[in-house]
């Protein structure tokens, strides 16, 4: 089952996210949205004790990058592991198949982001 699910105003989850087994991130390349990421993770590890979290990166041109630079980060601060959970490459197709109210995929199926 997967739960969409954001943090509280207070950092918490809701009852039924704090009981899942696995976590996923979705975050982007960009310095802040690692930080918010990274930041997210802290609050989650502290008031939940998770180990470990599987991290999707949006917009990627260097894909190993982006995750060792959070990775190291993350298990470093915060004895956190991180497992890479694949990534979606930049692409500026998927903001024409927004404007299109489609999802890239359909929109444009040969585009290196509908193949990731």
Known sequence: MLIDTQLDRHGALSSL????????????????????????????????????????????????VAFENLSGIASRYLAVSLVQAGYVSKDARIARAKELSRCAVEAFPATAAARD
């Open 17 to 64: 996210a704090a009981q899942a087994h696995d976590f996923l991130m979705v975050t982007r390349v960009a310095a802040s949205a690692i930080t918010e990421a990274y930041a997210c993770m802290k609050r989650l590890h502290y008031a939940h004790a998770i180990p470990q979290f599987r991290v999707l990166i949006n917009h990627v041109q260097n894909p190993a």
